[in-house]
């Protein structure tokens, strides 16, 4: 999320591949936007994602997956903000296909200057998991602890970011979720950048009773429409 005087934010990343080998075919499609909103006192903060992945070769999907997310915050002073999200995810190739969770909790500016931000953050998370596998639902109670770090080089311009997920279950910690979001981009010109972004996922124990994982390095050309005066 922006935290400048920036009011305004549109940033779309988007990639497309077909290659065909006498009749041997790899399609593959990503996609990555988000998009934020404050509001004239800048005490309110909205905020939207969303990711599109797709690999497939003759019918036979190598990867299927989507996320939607939305966030909305509000600044009670200046170093503690109370935030609630909602999110969406698929991937079909996982124990679990879907998970949906709704949560809500506080968010800390441990440091913030010029060119550096870091965020801590808790929340309390419920999750609906989806298992194709097994024909079956699970709600889960979870704890969501996060850290993000922001970092622009003052000459170059370049940004960097760092988001790590901690979530485990309330009635047993041994059973987490963790994810990392990685992001660099170098900027061109005011709207397009190149960058290279960085997904991790790892489940503890899927309902199969084993660990999972899933990762993904995107690198490509990004527009960003800011606008400070909407």
């Known amino acids: 999320m922006q935290t400048d005087s920036v009011r305004f934010v549109l940033n779309n990343d988007f990639s497309f591949r077909y290659n065909d080998n006498d009749g041997n075919y790899i ?12 509001s ?10 969303g990711n599109l992945g797709l690999i497939r070769s003759k019918g036979e999907d190598f990867s299927n997956n989507w996320l939607l997310h939305f966030r909305f915050n509000y600044r009670l002073t200046r170093v503690i903000r109370i935030e609630s999200f909602v999110q969406s995810q698929s991937n ?41 596998v097994l024909n079956q639902n699970f709600y889960n109670h979870r704890n969501n602890t996060y850290m ?6 003052p000459k170059s311009k370049i940004n960097i970011t760092n988001i790590l997920y901690y979530q485990p279950l309330y009635k047993d910690i041994g059973n987490y979720n963790i994810s990392e979001q ?3 981009e170098i900027p061109i010109s005011k709207t397009i950048n190149v960058n290279s972004s960085f ?31 909407n």
């Open 148 to 153: 993000s770090l922001s970092i622009v080089l």
């Open 40 to 49: 004239k006192d800048f005490r309110k903060l909205y905020f939207f994602l």
């Open 199 to 229: 997904y991790y996922f790892f489940d503890s124990q899927t309902p199969n009773n084993r660990s999972q994982y899933t990762s993904n390095l995107f690198i490509g050309i990004g527009i960003c429409l800011p606008n400070q005066n």
């Open 92 to 132: 079909k190739l996982l124990d679990v296909s879907g998970r949906h969770l709704i949560a809500g909790g506080l968010r800390f500016k441990a440091i913030s200057t010029e060119h550096i931000r870091l965020y801590l953050a808790n929340s309390y998370m419920y999750e609906v998991e989806i298992s194709d």
């Open 182 to 184: 990685f992001k660099i």
């Open 27 to 38: 399609f593959e499609l990503s996609d990555a936007i988000y998009t934020q909103l404050k």
